[in-house]
């Protein structure tokens, strides 16, 4: 797989000296030129550029003052001066308030450059992970107290349905009405099951690793058709065209299908046969997956709500309101996309849309 060349820019008001460093170093770098600050400033409008050298000595804005002009825009760019020897007091003056991060005499040698790029993007990319690490990180805590608290309050909810419905029974002598005590219980311990499966779900899709593999698609969404328990009571379609190996993450893709196809069901019209049908076209670069159902479907305000951690759009069925969540979270970690059309009463399609990873891509 082909590194991707690091991004530097380069300002200079002298044209000579920025056609001499585009020469020297455009096999090595992806090299964008400025002749000024404001053009340079152009530029970063467009381009996040993880390293910038700036001639220290130019007539309308020096190198010190461009750098402090993009110190809040650009706070993680790693910054390198050009200078002379009679600048060399304001050099060290802006690299010990830390506006720069190093400065080299001119005329610059080319081991210099490369040296100082190498150590600077080194130093950009551990900032960048580090940030994205810390986010991740704070997402993860909010998530955890949001988690600990619903999930007791839902795992309580069916627990004391099923201990009410005990001591009732307990009091019965008709048989009938104990039949229906046990139809309670079993809705409730069905409700408890399925919470206890997403949370297994969310555990396994955010601790385990991208594991890649060769997956037969159409076997795959048949298998998971046949293990719901709802199964017989629906008509289900699966066209699937298929043109190249599909390479993926099995237990990520079975989290999504098995999610979808339940809540494709689990919310079907009372009105209407329940009726799914799932489309799925697999080319060498990607998947596009399409769940399609005639249920009660989401009204508009709900569209994005319904990917959220224990939102429920609706009190129908009394879902976990985890599913939804772990499924685009699995969709994302195969950097994919979800997304969902739905017309109240008619029904939803989920579409899904992720990268098959052949080649290792």
């Not at 002298?14 to 090299?31: P, Q, S, V």
């Amino acid at each position: 797989m082909t590194k991707q060349k690091i991004a530097v820019l380069y300002i200079d008001d002298e044209r000579h000296n920025l056609y001499a460093f585009r020469a020297a170093f455009r096999n090595d770098y992806e090299i964008f030129l400025a002749e000024g600050a404001e053009e340079a400033r152009q530029i970063l409008l467009e381009k996040q550029i993880p390293v910038i050298i700036a001639d220290q000595r130019m007539p309308k804005e020096t190198g010190i003052e461009f750098f402090e002009s993009i110190k809040d825009s650009q706070p993680f760019a790693m910054r390198i001066l050009l200078t002379g020897y009679t600048d060399i007091q304001a050099v060290i003056s802006a690299v010990n308030l830390g506006n720069i991060f190093r400065y080299l005499q001119k005329p610059w040698r080319e081991d210099e450059i490369r040296q100082a790029v190498e150590n600077a993007y080194e130093i950009y990319d551990s900032r960048v992970q580090l940030i994205a690490k810390n986010t991740e990180l704070e997402k993860a805590y909010s998530e955890l107290d949001k988690f600990v608290y619903s999930a007791s309050h839902d795992m309580r909810s069916p627990l004391m349905s099923i201990l009410g419905v005990v001591r009732l029974a307990k009091m019965e002598d008709d048989a009938v009405n104990s039949r229906h005590y046990f139809d309670l219980i079993e809705s409730s311990v069905l409700r408890l099951d399925e919470f206890i499966k997403n949370i297994i779900g969310y555990y396994k899709n955010n601790r385990i690793e991208l594991s890649l593999e060769t997956i037969a698609l159409k076997e795959m969404i048949e298998g998971c058709i046949h293990e719901l328990p709802e199964s017989i009571n629906a008509q289900w379609e699966v066209n699937v065209h298929q043109v190249a190996p599909l390479i993926s993450d099995r237990l990520k893709l079975e989290i999504i299908l098995t999610n979808l196809l339940s809540n494709a069901f689990k919310y079907k019209d009372a009105g209407k046969n329940a009726q799914v049908i799932v489309t799925a076209n697999v080319d060498p670069h990607w998947v596009d997956i399409r769940v399609k159902d005639h249920g009660i479907g989401i009204s508009p305000e709900d569209n994005e709500k319904i990917f959220r951690m224990f939102y429920r759009a609706t009190n129908r069925n009394p879902g976990s309101g985890i599913g939804l969540y772990v499924t685009k979270d699995a969709v994302v970690r195969l950097n994919g996309h979800i997304s969902v059309e739905s017309i109240p009463q008619e029904g939803s399609t989920f579409h899904i849309r992720f990268p098959n990873r052949q080649a290792g891509i």
